[in-house]
C-alpha cells in the first residue's frame, strides 16, 4: 500500500526558510516522478513543482520559482522541499503527490501545514 | 499560468446526473489529452477521480466518467448518492507545467 508523509511544516516568519520532507513506502520510489501541490486556505489546489525520476528534471510554478528547490534522495525514499524567501501568500498545507507520466497525481500525502507569519 | 475555469457550485438530487465543467484554452485542456479530475473531502488529500480525459484508476466508481471538447473538459457523476458530496478539481498539462481548475463545491440535495 502506497504512503506518503510529509513532516517539515509549522511556523516562520516572512523571508524566512523552511524544509519540508516526504517520506515514501509501498511503491518503487525511484520509478515515479514526484511533486508538490499546495492549498491555501479554504482555497482551491496549487501545482507547485515536479522532479523527474533521476532528479535530471526539475520545473517549476512561476509564483515559487528561484525561492524553492525541490529535491529528492532515492535511496532513502524520500522527497523534499527546501522553500526560502519565504512569503505570507506560501502559506498553505503542502501535498506531497506522486506524478504520473500524463501529469495526474496518482498518490497524495496527508498535507502538512506551512504558514508564514510574522 | 492562469487557473482553469470551473463552476463554483453545482447541486443535484440522488440519483440525479450532474456534470462538472472545466474550462481552459488551446495551451492546456484543448492542446492535450491530459486531464484529469480530484474529489476532495474537507480536511483531506485530494483523490485521483479521472485521469487522461476519460480512465478511472482501479476502485473509482464507473457513476464517474470523464469527457472532453475543444478547450472545456467535463466531468459527469450519474447516480449521485450522498457521498459524492464533495469539492471536484479539475487539473490540465500545459506544455511544461501542470494547471487546476478553481474548484467545484458539489451539494446532494
Known amino acids: 500500500q502506497v504512503h506518503l508523509v510529509e513532516s517539515g511544516g509549522g511556523l516562520v516568519k516572512p523571508g524566512g526558510s523552511l524544509r519540508l520532507s516526504c517520506s515514501a513506502s509501498?511503491?518503487?520510489?525511484?520509478?515515479?516522478?514526484m511533486s508538490w501541490v499546495r492549498q491555501a486556505p479554504g482555497k482551491g489546489l496549487e501545482w507547485v513543482s515536479f522532479?523527474?525520476?533521476?532528479?535530471?528534471?526539475?520545473n517549476y510554478a512561476d509564483s515559487v520559482r528561484g525561492r524553492f528547490t525541490i529535491s529528492r534522495d532515492n535511496a532513502e525514499n524520500s522527497l523534499s522541499l527546501q522553500m526560502d524567501s519565504l512569503k505570507a501568500e506560501d502559506t498553505a498545507v503542502y501535498y506531497c503527490?506522486?506524478?504520473?507520466?500524463?501529469?495526474?497525481?496518482?498518490?497524495w500525502g496527508q498535507g502538512i501545514l506551512v504558514t508564514v507569519s510574522s | 499560468q492562469s487557473a482553469l475555469t470551473q463552476p463554483r457550485s453545482v447541486s443535484g438530487s440522488p440519483g440525479q446526473s450532474i456534470t462538472i465543467s472545466c474550462t481552459g484554452n488551446?495551451?492546456?485542456?484543448?492542446?492535450?489529452?491530459?486531464v484529469s479530475w480530484y474529489q476532495q473531502r474537507p480536511g483531506k488529500a485530494p483523490k485521483l477521480m479521472i485521469f487522461d480525459v476519460i480512465k478511472r484508476p482501479s476502485g473509482v466508481p464507473d457513476r464517474f466518467s470523464g469527457s472532453k471538447s475543444g478547450n472545456t473538459a467535463s466531468l459527469t457523476i450519474s447516480g449521485l448518492q450522498a457521498d459524492d458530496e464533495s469539492d471536484y478539481y479539475c487539473c490540465s498539462y500545459a506544455g511544461s507545467y501542470t494547471v487546476f481548475g478553481g474548484g467545484t463545491q458539489l451539494t446532494v440535495l
Open positions: 488551446s495551451s492546456d485542456v484543448g492542446g492535450y489529452n491530459y
Open positions: 509501498g511503491f518503487t520510489f525511484s520509478d515515479y516522478y
Open positions: 522532479i523527474s525520476s533521476s532528479s535530471s528534471y526539475t
Open positions: 503527490a506522486s506524478y504520473g507520466p500524463t501529469s495526474y497525481f496518482d498518490y
